[in-house]
């Protein structure tokens, strides 16, 4: 059997989510996987055994990018063609986009899988998101889920039920080899990642107060920047307002006493799959699929 994996990411959670379920699907069958041009370093993780496809897409797949790309009118004819010349058995999507929309008239629905992680929007999720979700829940011949909960609450938001299979989340072992001997743990709970409404910084910005004087917060990730006001009156909340390399990622859980998921919405969460990477316990809220993957007083605190 042949699987062809398509993502359109060239960088972040979605990327590792493509590349590590192709690395898992290597030894079952014939996998590819289908990757932005100019990719990411987080690309050498790719097993041998995945024949990788890469086209002329944006890094960030968003409209303005898309736009700017060389020879924009034929792009989606070039993208059909190299699907099609792949003869997959299965084509799996990883994410929803709306521009993966426009592929779909070209493709065997009968053949297409997809990944829907959000079964409900989240705070501040674009009305091109919540669109192109729902024709991707129409086309596809089966809707993959992460946990229970993702199941039971894709099939009471219309979802066809008979489509929906449940199955966990991945992990991120490759954050192995970014580990490194003799880093000193400090006492430090970490927030990294997207930073989005849903994700609850203000509210881990208020617990810090309950804190002894001599724990820190570090919250990093591009937009940190945006709670420099809430977070000025207490100098053990640190602000790092950037897109995290890998290695910066793997050292700052290492220097953490815990992972923190303060979310309060959530479907489920590749942050917990790096921790665990990176031998750290996870603190999350009880919301979503959280508890599925935390287990309380064993791999975390919920």
Known sequence: MKVLIVNFYGKGGMLYYAVELANALAGMCDAALVLPRKPQRAYRGIDRRVRLLEVMVPEDFTRKNILKTP?????????????????????????????????????????????????IPHLGDSLRKKISTRILGRYSARIFVHYQYNLATAAQNGFDAKKLVAIPHGCYDFYEKYLKAGVRQRRMFLFWGRIRPYKGVETLIQAAKFLPEDVEIVIAGEGASRYKDAAQDDGRIVLIDKFLADEEI??????????????????????????????????????????????????GFL
């Open 71 to 119: 020879l924009f009118g034929m792009l989606y004819p070039m993208l059909v063609a190299q699907i099609r010349s792949q003869r997959a058995d299965i084509v799996h999507f990883t994410n929803e986009n709306i521009w993966l929309v426009g592929l779909l008239p070209f493709l065997n629905r009968q053949r297409l899988v997809w990944t829907l992680h959000d079964p």
């Open 250 to 299: 793997a050292e700052l859980c290492q220097q953490s006493m815990a992972v923190v998921t303060p979310y309060v919405e959530a479907t489920q969460s590749g942050i917990v799959s790096v921790a665990y990477a990176c031998s750290r316990p996870v603190i999350a809220t009880k919301v979503g699929a959280l508890p599925e993957q935390v287990e309380d007083h064993r791999t």
